[in-house]
Structures are given as C-alpha cells and as structure tokens.
C-alpha cells in the first residue's frame, strides 16, 4: 500500500511548484528549511491521498516520517490526523506517542501546524502536559513550535492556561517563527476573552518581540492597537531599554485600554 502512494506522488510531482514551495518554506543554506526537498504537490492533492491511503500502519508511517521529502511528512501527519480521532483511548495513546517521539522531524512550520493542535493538542487535555514544557525550552525549533501550537487545541476547549504559560517561557525566542506562533495564539485567547489577553499583554508588551506584539493585537480596534505598538517602543535612551513611565502616562491618557 506504501509503495502504491509513494508512486502516485512522484505522478503527481510538478518541478514548477516544487521550486516556488523551496522559496516559500526558506529551504536556503543556513534557513530554517534547509535541505528540505519538494515534489510540489498541492495541498488538496495531499488531502485526497490522505484520505485515499488513511489506513497506513505506523510502520509504515514512520518511513514518510523519516524521509527528506516535504510531501511524504507531510502526508504522515495528514494520515495521523485521519486516525486519531476514530482511534480508541489506547491507540489515541499509541498515535500521541509517535508524535512526540517523532517531533524533531516534524520541521516545518506547516507540518507542525496541521497537526499539534489536533493530536497532542487534544490527548493531552486532560493529561499530564510536562513534555509541552520541556519542549518550550529546548534548543529546537519545532519542539518549542510543537509546544505551543499544541495548546491550540486547548484554548479551543476554554483552557487558557498553558498557552499563556508556554507563551511566557517563550518570550525571549529568538526565532521568527516563535515569535509568530506565540502572537497568533495570544490572538487567539483575546478573540475569546480579550480581558485575559490583555492581562497577559500589558505584563509583557514593552518585553515581547515585535513580531509577536503585532500579531496578538491584530485583531484590536485602531486606537488600542496603536497604544500598545507607540509605548512598547524601546526608549534608546533610556537603560534598561524601555519606554521610560512619563511617556506610557502621557500615552495612557490619550487611550482608554
């Protein structure tokens, strides 16, 4: 059945897209996506495959896992989305497990996305969630991406916790693509209960990336969003590299947060 898939991808392979996915997942020397490789297969021809081969074993899975090809990673974890959810406690279990140990192959920002929320993002729930947190503060990039794109599938049920925690161990990521996963889903509590955003953001909005402040008061209104971006603005002058009070007054008496 394995190598039934494997030659309907190279079928469905178009150099064109595959060069245009290079660019897009920043496949360069020294990027993040370096030495990835592509067929160029669109996402809906993934999700057909998926679903026409959803009943590969883990055996089976692990060889898509552990290849250089993009797609063939890709369509493991689509497949293990497929079957978590119609798995019993014990192979929820069994699917969860594989993740995990699998997670540092797991690396791109789309493959951890389509996938942490809805496997360790839903076994975990409930559940002891100390290995989110080792994550959170390991040197790799895609187990701290794991770490917190997992607690979107926590957030969705109204558990908030976790995503501000692991958010807070982040904070001061170097990456781009943490800085990012870390707003979207400070974004993502604010659409639920902005109050509990706001808190957290006007703990950490003077210390927080740049990146990260945008894209958690995206979905702001004009006037607040504006608030958080000029007195977050570091102060060159001053010491400590924040914005010194006098300015943040002055700001707050033009805004009501």
């Known amino acids: 059945m394995l190598e039934n898939l494997l030659q309907e991808i190279k079928k469905l392979a178009d150099p ?8 897009y997942h920043k496949n360069g020397k020294g990027e993040y996506g370096e030495g990835d490789r592509f067929f160029g297969l669109t996402l809906p021809e993934q999700r057909a ?11 089976e899975l692990q060889k898509l896992i552990n290849s250089p090809w993009h797609e063939h990673r890709s369509l493991a974890l689509m497949i293990l989305t497929l079957q978590y959810p119609k798995a019993d406690e014990n192979g929820k ?26 496997i360790p993002g839903d076994y975990l729930f409930d559940k002891d969630k100390s290995i989110l947190y080792k994550f959170a503060k390991s040197n790799n990039l895609w187990e ?3 770490s917190i794109m997992s607690t979107f599938g926590f957030l969705r049920r109204g558990k908030y916790e976790d995503t501000l925690a692991i958010a807070e161990i982040l904070l001061h990521d170097k990456h781009d693509l943490i800085h990012k ?25 003077k ?27 570091y102060d060159k002058n001053s010491k400590n590299k924040i914005l010194d009070s ?7 008496s033009k805004i009501i947060i």
Request: net charge positive.
């Open 181 to 205: 996963a870390v707003g979207w889903m400070l974004r993502e509590i604010g659409k639920r209960d902005q109050a509990i955003e706001e808190k957290f953001l006007i703990k950490y909005y």
């Open 16 to 23: 064109a897209k595959a060069k245009d996915h290079l660019r």
């Open 49 to 59: 495959l998926s679903r026409k081969y959803r009943n590969l074993t883990l055996r």
């Open 144 to 146: 701290k991406r794991i």
């Open 93 to 118: 279990k069994l699917i969860c497990d594989f993740y995990l140990e699998n997670a540092k192959r797991i690396n791109n920002w789309d493959l951890v996305d389509i996938s942490a929320p809805k």
């Open 246 to 252: 006098k300015k943040v007054q002055n700001l707050k």
């Open 207 to 233: 210390i927080m990336p740049r990146t990260m402040l945008r894209y958690a008061i995206e979905k702001f209104e004009e006037k607040k969003r504006r608030w958080y971006l000029e007195s977050s603005r």
